[in-house]
């Protein structure tokens, strides 16, 4: 039909090759399974190998090609041993997900450099060498799709945002900086921004019932985010549909920050 080969003109990953941080849990494992429904093979990489296993498990029980690459994104050392190894197993990606993440929010008044340090080297850090490493490749074929995952602490301080929020708000800087550098030659770079999400790094919160229904209430919809809910966006961005959006942040939020 017509209108299907319009829609897999414009959303199809077939050909593509996706990796996928923090992939096997979460929001990382929700957009690593959709884009590889939509066509493309997926490396994941996390730090677990039980949880990266059984997702490529379930991902090839799909039909989909996967395959994982357990790495420490938390040393630029174990941060290139990943990218090394994950680019031999279908070659160079094309799409770049960034969604590892740590969660250590004691309060700023309590934040040693240790916790500064590991947050910023996982969070921050290791977007930033992931795409001096596969940024020039992508730009050098003509077509990349860079797409962080950051959080509503980038743009405002609530339940205690501590040396997480301001990660989340430098990985946003550092989208549009790689916007600027690499999208003249078809690379996109963008940020999804999620709401509330009940997902394992929101465990501290997500044991709280009344905090869960309070911040469902903050929505527009009128409940939490759960990691499907990013699938679309995800194609979306990494897709021949989003060739002219780059540098934006794309809130993902059931209309969280506006209400």
């Keep these: 039909m017509e209108s299907q080969a319009y829609l897999s003109e414009l959303f199809s990953l077939e050909g593509r090759v996706a990796l ?13 399974e959709a884009l590889a429904r939509a066509g493309a093979s997926v490396v994941v990489v996390a730090r677990r190998e039980a949880e990266l296993a059984a997702t490529v498990v379930e991902l090839t029980e799909q039909g989909c090609r996967a395959a994982w690459v357990a790495g420490d994104l938390g040393t630029r050392e174990g941060v ?5 190894e994950a680019a031999e197993v279908f070659g160079e990606p094309d799409v ?7 969660n250590l929010r004691p309060p700023m008044g309590k934040t040693g ?12 850090e290791a977007p930033y060498l992931l795409g001096q490493r596969f940024g020039p490749g992508m730009a050098e074929r003509g077509f990349g799709r860079i797409i962080h995952v950051t959080s509503q602490q980038a ?10 929020g301001v990660s989340k708000g430098a990985l946003e800087s550092l989208t549009r900086s790689q916007a600027e550098a690499w999208s003249p030659h078809g690379v996109t770079c963008n940020a999804l921004v999620p709401g509330f999400v009940l997902t394992p790094l929101n465990e501290r919160l997500s044991s709280d019932p009344e905090r869960v229904a309070a911040l469902a209430a903050r929505t527009m919809i ?3 985010g759960v990691a499907e809910d990013f699938a ?3 194609v979306f961005l990494a897709s021949r549909a989003s060739s002219y959006v780059t540098g934006q942040s794309v809130f ?3 209309g969280f920050h506006v209400h």
């Design 20 to 32: 996928v941080t923090g992939g096997s849990s979460g929001i990382g494992k929700g957009i690593a």
């Design 113 to 124: 450099d240790d916790v500064w340090d590991a947050t910023m080297a996982v969070n921050l």
């Design 252 to 254: 993902v939020d059931g």
């Design 96 to 102: 770049l997900v960034n969604s590892a993440g740590i």
């Design 232 to 234: 679309g966006a995800a």
């Design 155 to 164: 743009h405002r301080a609530f339940v205690q945002s501590g040396v997480y």
């Design 80 to 84: 290139r041993a990943a990218a090394d």
């Design 222 to 224: 009128g409940r939490n």
